[in-house]
């Protein structure tokens, strides 16, 4: 492992593909390289794109990767699709990307799916941007198929958000995006191209201005600054930006209003609050691993089947249970977990 | 609330909508309301409905309610939207709902949006579940917008999932319907009167026969009986169901589809097997609750605060400053959580 690590540091393909395997299956490997490798992240800008499906996503991380790497810098996409949640795989986009990225040996690319729970996923995502982070990938892309949940966890894993919309996409937008401005730093109206494209650029700038003040993003928190007066520093005006992935048109211009939100988090405070929420969410998960796996060094399997078959049956509640948990996990430690 | 909890039991639909408000802002009012309520719970027949947008699952979900009015049961409705993680207020489908179904009192509608954490989210429907459950209501649809992990929440929680999809949907919808098959119990193809319907059911059909064997669900497991002989009982095979929701047509069909799965899970174990998933996923919530309350009572908030920092600045690594928090509670309390 210490050798493997070492490999991940001098940033070899092979041996990251390995490590991130390994943490992938295994708790430990994950809390051995997390903890060893700790120490070198925090420098990696760590970019997260999301959007609805048919909005061509793929095609537009792939040429703001090539946009990176035009200026340099080596690049780390990691594809996420919560979507499937069960079967492993690679996403749709993959062979799109493959052929378009390969040889170039400045691109390491990675997809990863759910097997049945979001935090294990949420997880999983987390430990591989900190791995690419140590193997020192200045730019991580990490891209999600779909919508909800996994968006807000993108949102809160990234340091810039960006929300990929395209024109015509059906009603059903509508109600997707009112959540959609909380999480998003940057909007991109993709397939620009498309008839109907200026009005979605426009209901987006519209939605972003709504009501009596203007909605920004703050701290990670939502701030609806009705009549203030803002600060030229510490608040960030979410901006619409057209593009036409496919022929790259308006990525230069993406890349530059990503690189001003990274100047602006490192400019105020928010790239620090933004690092401190994550830590906390991550001890947080850390804490609730360590109590399940308490309860189930201590409790005895009889005793936790006799209770959830309880509960089940409806002969017991389950707040009245989770008492009973705790007090045999009192009884028989004697000590605090 | 022991007036407003005997209201429930009669099934007032005002005392109903109150403590329903009263359980998603507060966790006293939950545990109450739960615990109280719990042991006459355990009677209603839990269908989940998902798909993604576009699918036409607020029509359909609709033509089930009146389904299953015509044969005089109560239905309740919970409509949950993740994808608004932060804004409430009502679904895309409500005011269709609301117009169509109004005036029926053996109709109970209660639309959900989630408040930033899908744990929340999730908690606060299987309570509003329990709520409708205690209050008689014999059948109860919960219909979730969009894909992903909100799936396998409703699948978790529900007796009978129902996969919607509609012909024609784009190519996005393949990388969508690999998690799909464990997920489903039925699967549905709305809009049967699209062009491409009987493709999409063809192709639905092949997938759920793919490989040697037969992707059946089996105690909430997937299980891949490849050349294995099913027994008569104990396998579910996934129908699936063609629909013109708009027109009702296949909608009788459907409902008889759901009350054969109703049937199966009655006449295995799988029904006992669900309750007893679904039982033990509440305790494990209730435990990672009661932890971090315990945790906000006990650590001092500097010292929290500072261990959050530390991490931040990457000065330590997050698995170090939980075994902190967790030896500062120990010392603090001296004795088990």
Request: glycine share 10%; no cysteine; hydrophobic share 45%.
């Amino acid at each position: 492992m210490d050798d493997l690590l070492a490999q991940v540091r001098a940033s070899r393909p092979r041996a990251i593909a390995r490590l991130i395997t390994l943490v992938e299956n295994s708790a430990s490997a994950m809390e051995t390289a997390v903890s060893t490798l700790y120490s070198f992240t925090g420098q990696a800008h760590v970019i997260g794109i999301t959007g609805p499906p048919g909005s061509g996503k793929s095609t537009l991380v792939n040429e703001l990767a090539k946009g990176f790497r035009r200026q340099g810098a080596p690049v780390g996409i990691i594809a996420v699709d919560p979507s499937s949640p069960f079967s492993g795989g690679a996403l749709l986009g993959d062979r799109v990307r493959m052929r378009d990225l390969a040889g170039d040996s400045g691109i390491f690319i990675r997809s990863m799916a759910s097997r049945g729970s979001l935090g294990g996923l949420a997880e999983a995502t987390a430990a591989v941007v900190k791995i690419l982070d140590a193997a020192g990938f200045p730019v991580i892309l990490v891209e999600t198929v779909g919508a909800g949940q996994a968006e807000v966890d993108i949102a809160n894993a990234a340091h810039t958000t960006l929300v990929i919309e395209a024109p015509g996409m059906g009603d059903d937008i509508q109600t997707f995006k009112a959540g959609i401005l909380e999480i998003a730093d940057i909007l991109v109206v993709n397939k620009a191209d498309r008839p109907g494209a200026d009005r979605t650029v426009k209901a987006l700038e519209m939605m972003l201005h709504m009501g009596e003040g203007t909605v920004v993003r703050h701290h990670g928190r939502v701030l609806t600054a009705a009549g203030d007066q803002p600060a030229t520093h510490g608040v960030w005006q979410v901006p619409v930006q057209a593009t036409i992935a496919t022929q790259g048109a308006g990525v230069p211009e993406l890349i530059a209003a990503i690189q001003r939100h990274k100047a602006h988090l490192q400019a105020t405070s928010d790239w620090l609050a933004r690092e401190k929420e994550r830590s906390w969410r991550e001890m947080e998960h850390l804490l609730r691993a360590n109590l399940l796996r308490r309860l189930q060094v201590t409790v005895a399997p009889e005793k936790r089947e006799a209770l959830v078959t309880a509960v089940a049956a409806r002969e017991m509640d389950p707040y009245t249970a989770v008492a009973e948990l705790l007090a045999q996990l009192s009884d028989t430690t004697g000590r605090a977990l």
